[in-house]
């Protein structure tokens, strides 16, 4: 252990991957360690039997972000746009351009006549929505901007922009109330309000949730798979001299030594360590030992405050071989296409029905959970991601695959899991999603279906180490224990440990793939300020 890493970087997702590239590339001996075999976390991608099936995020926006970022690490990616559809029963829209906004319009007013005001309160709020996107949006992230260089940019237009970002986050600042609770105000309709909100996880900030149908036109896909921009990063890390260790799950952080130690009794010491995983875990395995009294206090404090959180809804899976040619879905709907085969909405069927399964699980029996799951499945919203519709070489000739995903309660898998059923919840939930799906928008995958299989909550958790198999971090229902406000984003990267930063989905709300690696590249520029001045100073 004589051996001390400049930095150590926990976790393998983009996140850490982001913090261990910008802080490699600026010279430091860095090491990023990875429970799982391959690094990317849920930026992946897999083959099974010649189909390519994305294992977690489906497509990419770039948010000003994710772009500047490869541009900065010198990262070239091919990438082709990947336009959404939008469909409730038999009717789609396709999403080329804001103007589609009119047809989600005539969308909603065709499956809800008589609730044409309500439609127009909505409409008119997500076009005023788009016009803040458009100025958050209106330059690339400044954090990714070499300003030194080219000051005359900064002058003309990042300075004037500033002023229009900082008077719209104040604006959007009041509107992070729940998206259920905003719609309730403007909508009486109470399956037009479910059709709206049922797309996102409960209690999701108005804002962020009325914001999609902006970010629904800056989609993107990397050609050959999602897991495509993973796998450049890693390059870039180990081309810039970061080592990357995969297969070590990190079980002991000893703060008051600045030691790390595995699953298999592996130590490392480290000068500063960024924490890019769940954070729950960072705070039950560290070790205070060393540690001034105030410094103790204060992390089991929040230790013990963060225990009692949770993280938000997590997603079903169900990946499909489909013996039929690509242009039969294509004609259909675009290569990402969110569907809800029912304009009923969901209601009270994931609500105070669902609250009831939970609560009376030891009584109920396997086939009133099953009951429940058929109403679930034809009412619920799927994200259907057709990966050969962005990019032919991702099937084999003449043939598709499908990813239908839908949000589903952690709770209830792991009450199968513990009640011994698991298994066979996830066979009848598969089961019943492709029933839905051939019954309504698809009845082309009747007797053409090659193979399927899924993955659960469950899955997630296991895989990616995300509490409750979160995939956007900390539950809306309760109050955030990480900063939530992007004014104070620069902070979100402190932890209540020394020489201990945090980034990813745990360490600001709302997370996702552009915040995951802003705060990697936060995390990494205090990293390497610091090393620079412990340097300086030494």
Known sequence: MAEI????????????????????????????????????????SFWRDGFLFDGGV???????????MLRELGIEIERVKSPVSVGIEDSVIRVTSKESLKEYSDL?????????????????????????MEILYGVDNPLFMDFKNNKSYFVKVYLPWLFKFIFTLRRIGKFRMPV????????????????????????????????????????????????????????????????????????????????IVDSNGRSNKYRKLVWAADLKKLYSIVKTDGLH????????????????????????????????????FEAISSGHFFYTPSKKGLGETHRSEMKSILENWSVNSKEE????????????TYEISIPVLKDRDLAPQGKTGLIVSTLFEYEIVKKAYESGWYGELKEELEKRIIEVLSNSIYPILKDRILFSFSSSPLSIESYSGSSEGSIVGWS???????????????????????????AGQWAYSPAGVPISILTGKLAADSVTKNLNRDRSAG
């Open 180 to 259: 259920e609770e905003f719609l309730e105000k403007i909508v009486q309709n109470s399956s037009l309000r479910d059709i709206i909100d049922q797309h996102f996880f409960k209690n999701t900030p108005t804002f962020f949730a009325m914001s999609y149908f902006y970010l629904y036109q800056d989609y993107f896909y990397p050609k050959g798979g999602v897991g495509t921009m993973a796998e450049r990063v890693r390059e870039k890390i180990v081309q810039f001299g970061g080592e990357i260790e995969t297969g070590r799950e990190v079980t002991e952080i000893h703060a008051g030594k600045k030691v």
């Open 476 to 502: 809306f229902e309760e109050p955030i224990p990480v900063v939530a406000s992007m004014m104070k984003v620069n902070s979100s990267v402190k932890t209540k440990i020394p020489d201990v930063l945090q």
């Open 108 to 132: 909603l007013r065709k499956m809800y006549p008589g609730s044409e005001d309500e439609i127009e309160s909505v409409v008119s709020f997500i076009k005023r929505i788009m016009k803040d």
């Open 293 to 328: 009294e105030t410094a103790t206090e204060t992390v089991k404090a929040f230790r013990s405050e963060i225990s009692k959180k949770h993280g938000t809804d997590s997603i079903f899976s169900v990946f499909i071989a489909v013996d039929e040619a690509p242009e039969k």
């Open 369 to 380: 959970v099953l009951s429940w799951l058929d109403g679930f499945c034809k009412l619920s």
């Open 5 to 44: 890493y400049d930095a150590i970087i926990v976790g393998g997702g983009i996140a850490g991957m982001t913090s261990a590239a910008y802080i490699a590339k600026h010279g430091a001996k860095v090491l990023l360690l990875e429970k799982n075999e391959k690094v990317g976390g849920l930026i992946n």
């Open 58 to 68: 489906r497509a990419l926006e770039s948010a000003g972000i994710i772009l500047p």
